[in-house]
């Protein structure tokens, strides 16, 4: 079994892809912590409605090449509010494919997960672990933790679009794929309360 060698290298590796809620729980805890953390977007959608870019994913931008959450090779926020992303790891998409019908109105994803090999475990037993992991069977009992994370981050990934499929269906939004011009942006989470105060994603759960 899959077992974390602490050497911070995963908080190194690349910028850390976050969903649209754990940025705002990210930007409360980096205020109680004074901690400077800075988002660059990832996946948007433009609304034609309300003229505004909704931003589903964001990267955590590093800081002198670390995540700026990294102390030594200690996650400072680890028993606080660790991102899905992180928990995961080494266990992440490798693509992260959005589908969507204008005619239906409806985003869908897909995803496709692989095992890094910029972990420092893997890397080490790479051989041996190829030859023990040929199912995904294999896959969840090697990284059961990690699997578990994988399958919440794609839970929400799809409540996230479910969500704004309804808004767009119920025409409280209408979706543009193709823009890419300068506009005011949102995070998706704020985004879809303002129609739907009902939506709600529990960190403790998730």
């Known amino acids: 079994m899959f077992k974390c060698q602490m050497c911070g290298v995963c908080c190194r590796a690349s910028h850390i892809a976050v969903l649209a809620h754990e940025k705002l729980i990210l930007m409360r805890l980096a205020k109680t912590l004074g901690i400077n953390v800075k988002f660059s977007y990832d996946y948007t959608i433009y609304d034609r ?31 606080l509010y660790k991102p899905l992303i992180c928990r995961s790891f080494p266990y992440v998409p490798k693509k992260v494919e959005y589908l969507y019908n204008t005619d239906l109105k409806i985003i ?20 041996e672990i190829e030859r023990q992991i040929v199912s995904e069977n294999d896959i969840k009992s ?14 929400l990934r799809t409540k996230y679009l479910t969500a704004l499929s309804y808004l767009w269906r119920a025409n409280y939004v209408s979706l543009d794929f193709t823009y890419k011009g300068r506009t005011h942006v949102i995070d998706a989470y704020s985004f879809i309360r303002r129609y739907l105060p009902y939506f709600v994603i529990d960190y403790r759960v998730y």
């Open 49 to 79: 409605y309300s003229d505004q870019q909704i931003v589903l994913t964001y990267y955590i931008v590093l800081e002198n090449g670390s995540c700026p959450f990294l102390k030594g090779n200690v996650c400072s926020i680890h028993n």
């Open 108 to 127: 869908k994803h897909r995803s496709i997960y692989a095992i890094s090999t910029a972990c420092t475990f893997i890397r080490k037993f790479k051989s």
């Open 142 to 155: 090697f990284l059961p933790d990690e699997y578990l994370a994988a399958t919440k981050m794609e839970i």
